[in-house]
T-cell receptor, first 114, second 113 residues
C-alpha cells in the first residue's frame, strides 16, 4: 500500500528566504506526482505535476524535482513572500491505477513572516 | 470557465442525524471525485465516478455513506446516520478524464455535535 509522508508538518520562514518542502513515498511504481496548495477554508489548487519519466518541473518561482528510485520529491519556492503562506500537499498516482486515484500526504503548513 | 461548485459551505448537525452535500463539476468533466479531509490530514478518496458509473468506492463506509451522480453531471454525497468521527471537510473534484489534473471545489465543512 502506498504511503506518502511530508516532513516537516509545519515551517516558518522570514520573507525572502527560499522554501524547501519534502515529500516521500514508499512505492516507486508511480504514474505521476503532483504538488497542491491549500489556503484556509479553500479547496486544493494544483501547482505542478511531474510525470514519472521527468526529473523536474518549473513554474515561475516554483521548482519540483522527482527522484522515483528513492521515493522522494522536493518542492522549492524561491524568494518566499507572505502570500506563499498556505499548506502544501503532495499526491502520487500509482502506475497501475487506471482511473487517476491520488494518494495524498498530510501536508506542510508554511508561514512566511514579513 | 466556472469552477467546481459545492454547497453548503458549512453544516453543523448532531450525531445520528443525516446530511447531504451537493457538487456541480466543471462542465464537460466526465470524472468526479469525493474526498474526506480530516483536520491535519490529507484528503482521502471516498468515491470516484466516471460519467454516472462508480469506478472506485473502496474507502467509502457503505453502511452510512452513499453517493450518486445524476445523469453524469451533478453529484450528491449523503451520510446517514452521522458519527462524531465524520467531522471533516468534504471536497469534490472533477477532471475531463482520469488522466487529466483534478480541479477542486472549496469543500463543505461538516461539524458533528
Amino acid at each position: 500500500k502506498q504511503e506518502v509522508t511530508q516532513i516537516p508538518a509545519a515551517l516558518s520562514v522570514p520573507e525572502g528566504e527560499n522554501l524547501v518542502l519534502n515529500c516521500s513515498f514508499t512505492d516507486s511504481a508511480i504514474y505521476n506526482l503532483q504538488w497542491f496548495r491549500q489556503d484556509p477554508g479553500k479547496g486544493l489548487t494544483s501547482l505542478l505535476l511531474i510525470q514519472s519519466s521527468q526529473r523536474e518541473q518549473t513554474s515561475g518561482r516554483l521548482n519540483a524535482s522527482l527522484d522515483k528510485s528513492s521515493g522522494r520529491s522536493t518542492l522549492y519556492i524561491a524568494a518566499s513572500q507572505p502570500g506563499d503562506s498556505a499548506t502544501y500537499l503532495c499526491a502520487v498516482r500509482g502506475a497501475t491505477d487506471s482511473w487517476g486515484k491520488l494518494q495524498f500526504g498530510a501536508g506542510t503548513q508554511v508561514v512566511v513572516t514579513p | 470557465e466556472a469552477g467546481v461548485a459545492q454547497s453548503p459551505r458549512y453544516k453543523i448537525i448532531e450525531k445520528r442525524q443525516s446530511v447531504a452535500f451537493w457538487c456541480n463539476p466543471i462542465s464537460g468533466h466526465a470524472t468526479l471525485y469525493w474526498y474526506q479531509q480530516i483536520l491535519g490530514q490529507g484528503p482521502k478518496l471516498l468515491i470516484q465516478f466516471q460519467n454516472n458509473g462508480v469506478v472506485d468506492d473502496s474507502q467509502l463506509p457503505k453502511d452510512r455513506f452513499s453517493a450518486e451522480r445524476l445523469k453524469g453531471v451533478d453529484s450528491t454525497l449523503k451520510i446517514q446516520p452521522a458519527k462524531l468521527e465524520d467531522s471533516a471537510v468534504y471536497l469534490c473534484a472533477s477532471s475531463s478524464t482520469g488522466e487529466q489534473p483534478q480541479h477542486f471545489g472549496d469543500g463543505t465543512r461538516l461539524s458533528i455535535l
